[in-house]
């Protein structure tokens, strides 16, 4: 990114966008890893989108903004949750205080998660366990990710309340419209996109080449399905895709997160087609050779050296999630063979 990107993309922190359909609040910082909260809006109730964390973006500034919109607190019935990452539902419990009368959802399969944040994601163990880490390591890792997210996420971590869950794609009523809730998984399990009566989807991070995916051996099939279900909408039932990060590699940077959705398809059409040759590619390359989870994500992502030591020793590199996803549903159909050295993952063909 060059000197004049960068300040542009700096002087756009906090940023609120206004349509009629929805107001985007942005984070204060790092939009690629703090997620915007979305009001979406109807004539007479509304739904945000996802708490953010801890003043990124502040609750003051969302309510003031629905002050100035003439918007009542008491309009605002749902606080929907996409996911169980914790830069979307982290400041949940501040939401909750203030809009005393909203009722809290997500998907079942990211409620233990977002309920209790404390605790090292399952996905996480799995991930770490296919990074060839120990099981002692991972019961440390995780002893010290209850401790440390605590100064991460910049509060103490109380179990959050959550008022329903869905299971299925599920209709919730606005005043006299309606959204639907679409369960797209494969970035988590429980992931969820909502779709609006004015035709706008709102896909918090089921987008294309999502930089992470769950490291586990169902993800990557979720992942393909969730595509082929959300490329099935044509530009009659959808007209724009609203994402959860603004893409600071845009440069209309007062529409970061908004696509037409003919656009936004090709993309996601694009994504399948990448996912579906690199599952074509790995099993090529490791033709008589080993190789660890590391290794194979060099396969297939260029830009993979650029992760720091840091994040390479006490983190996941997103990268790497697709890594042990590829290899993992590789392995289930039978085109890679685990070979298992000194109690070390490796992966031949």
């Known amino acids: 990114m060059s000197r004049e990107s960068k300040k542009n993309h700096i002087n756009h922190f906090g940023k609120i966008i206004k349509d009629p359909d929805f107001i985007i609040f942005r984070p204060n910082n790092h939009y690629r890893i703090n997620s915007n909260v979305i009001l979406i809006k109807t004539d007479k109730e509304m739904a945000l989108l996802e708490s953010g964390k801890k003043d990124n973006p502040s609750i003051q500034k969302i309510i003031h903004t629905l002050n100035k919109e003439r918007i009542p607190l008491k309009a605002v019935k749902y606080l929907l949750i996409s996911h169980a990452h914790q830069d979307h539902y982290a400041n949940i419990r501040q939401v909750q205080q203030k809009f005393h009368h909203i009722s809290t959802y997500c998907h079942e399969k990211d409620a233990r998660g977002i309920r209790l944040p404390f605790l090292l994601p399952q996905t996480w163990k799995e991930g770490l366990h296919y990074n060839n ?3 002692s390591t991972v019961n440390l890792y995780a002893f010290y990710y209850s401790v440390f997210s605590n100064i991460y996420f910049q509060s103490i971590q109380f179990p ?3 008022d329903g869950t869905f299971k299925h794609d599920t209709i919730l009523r606005l005043g006299n419209e309606k ?4 369960h797209t998984p494969g970035h ?11 035709k706008n989807i709102y896909l918090a991070d089921f987008v294309p080449n999502t930089p992470w995916i769950d490291p586990n051996p169902f993800s990557l099939n979720a992942m393909i399905l969730s595509i082929k279900k959300i490329i099935s909408f044509d530009s009659t039932q959808i007209h724009r895709a609203i994402r959860g990060h603004g893409d600071i590699r845009r440069e209309q940077s007062k529409k970061w997160e908004i696509s037409n959705w003919w656009d936004e398809k090709a993309r996601f059409r694009k994504f399948l087609e990448t996912i579906n040759s690199t599952l074509d590619l790995i099993p090529t390359k490791l033709q008589g050779r080993n190789m660890n989870v590391y290794q194979i994500t060099n396969l297939f992502n260029e830009k993979f050296h650029r992760y720091s030591a840091i994040m390479r020793r006490f983190f996941i590199p997103p990268a790497v999630t697709w890594g ?3 290899t993992l549903k590789l392995h289930q159909e039978g085109k890679v063979s685990l070979v ?3 109690s070390k993952f490796l992966w031949t063909a």
């Open 179 to 182: 959204i639907k809730i679409l």
């Open 324 to 326: 042990i996803a590829y």
């Open 340 to 342: 298992k050295q000194k």
């Open 160 to 162: 959050n309340r959550i």
């Open 133 to 135: 880490c120990k099981k």
């Open 188 to 198: 988590t399990e429980g992931h969820i996109s909502v779709l609006d009566s004015r």
